[in-house]
């Protein structure tokens, strides 16, 4: 409401002389019955209609012949968890004991994705752990060779960590995968193929960072072999994309990207 509504001006082509203790409109005195009758009929009218709304609205809750409310039901959508039911035991705290299906292969490829994307591998022993956790024990060895040429100490200076992988003091180092979908491009009895859309994040979080943290978009594509009661990893290779249009949110600071590291855990990932 304007300053002019709150103060009653007058329509235009209205003349009002204000009088001194008269009417402030100048006029005769106003005939109030009528407009009282009238404003009693609507406030009646008014609340005649809101309680039979109330009670059809109350009606239609509890029917369960409902078609309207029968036509508004959720469904499920195409992202939604399909599976029997997730992991409930670790290995290295990676997850383990996938089933032996085509939904197991692509959950225990969204977990082993989250793994291969971790800090820790950014440091020789635990690098080692989850590779032996996660690939078959006939491409563990040479999976470990292939990390070692990867992950070397100058690569680790050029983010800012120190030669071993680990952050300096008074910074935190961040790496992690984010797994967005999955598909099965092939499934047998004992081995499939399983691409995993991730969003990542890497950089180093502090105050005078020089390798702030920034994210990425890839997908990881693994063939997976059912080995010892659990899904492993045979191969597995990464490409850029698909990455989404940058939005337009506000990076946070250093101290934030760091709290955040430390206070939100990861999930562990079942479809």
Known sequence: MSPEDEQGYPEAGQTRTRLPGGDPYGGAPRRTGRTSSRSLVTVVGVVVLLIAAIAFANRGDSSPDDTTQKNAAPKSAATAASGTKPVDT??????????????????????????????????KTTRDAILQTIMTPAHAASSEAAMDRAYTPAFNQSLGLTTDGTAPNGYTFVSR??????????????????????????????DKSTNPVTNSWFTITMKLVWTDGDWKIDTHSQKEGPAPVPGDDKASSSDEMSKAVEEYGGFTYAR
């Open 177 to 206: 995968t984010s797994p967005i979908g999955t598909k099965a491009t092939a499934v047998g009895n004992d081995t499939a193929t399983v691409e995993v859309w991730c969003n990542g994040l890497l950089g180093l979080a502090g």
């Open 90 to 123: 670790k290995v290295g705290g990676i997850p383990s004991g996938f089933a032996h299906t085509e939904q197991g292969a692509q959950s225990a490829a969204a977990n082993y994705a989250v793994a291969l994307g971790s800090a820790e591998m950014f440091r």
